[in-house]
Every structure is written in C-alpha cells, then in structure tokens.
C-alpha cells in the first residue's frame, strides 16, 4: 500500500520561507514521477514542483526560481524549499505519486497516489 506523508508547512509572512516533505513509503515502481501540488481556496489544484526517476525536474511558472525540488533516496523523502513565499503562493499543498514518469513535463495534476496535503498560509 502505496502512503504519502506531507509535513512542514505553516505560516510565514511575505519574503519568507518554508521546506516540506514528503515521507513516501510502500513505494516500489523503479520508474516514477513525483512531486508537489497545491490548491489555493476556490482554485483548480496546479502543479508547483515535478521529479522523475531520471532526477528530470520541472516548474511552474509561478516558480521563478524561489523554489527547489528534491529526493533523498536513502530516506525515501521528497523534498520542496520554499523562499521568497508571497501571498499568492497560499493554499495546501499536496505530495503526489504515480510510475507514468513520462507526463513530467506537462504539470498535470492527475496523479494515482496523493498525500492529505499540508497547510501553508503566507501574510503580507
């Protein structure tokens, strides 16, 4: 049985920063991608951060390179580092899994396995 784990969010005011993770267990396809969504109250969930098993990544736009993404292998963590947090970057944010390692580049958000989101609320 496939978890995902989110922990690390929080509140933070405009400029700052926040790393979550992502503790992934159960886990077992050699070829994957994973990565970060989030879901801002009234809004679609997006994209924000993919990894493949091939450490191909990609961004959102929105990104602009305040955030970075990244596995620990060893402990089975997927990481997101957060800086420069801005008001609109509020909402949950949620760990996804799935083997179609090949719709990396797409951002889409349709994932088979999903974490119960954590919080993170940015004030101005």
């Avoid at 450490?55 to 305040?66: A, E, L, P, Q, S």
């Amino acid at each position: 049985q496939v978890q995902l784990k989110e922990s690390g969010g929080g509140s933070v005011e405009a400029g700052g920063s926040l790393k979550l993770s992502c503790t992934v267990s159960g886990y077992t396809a050699t070829r994957y991608r994973m990565g970060w969504a989030r879901q801002a109250p009234g809004k679609e969930r997006e994209g924000v951060a993919f990894i493949d098993s091939n450490t191909r990544i990609k961004y959102g736009d929105f990104v602009k390179g305040r955030f970075t993404i990244s596995k620990d292998n060893t402990e089975n963590t997927l990481l997101l580092e957060m800086n420069n947090l801005q008001p609109e970057d509020t909402g949950v944010y949620y760990c996804a899994a799935d083997e179609r390692w090949w719709l990396l580049e797409y951002l889409g958000v349709d994932f088979n396995y999903w974490g119960q989101g954590t919080q993170v609320t940015v004030s101005s």
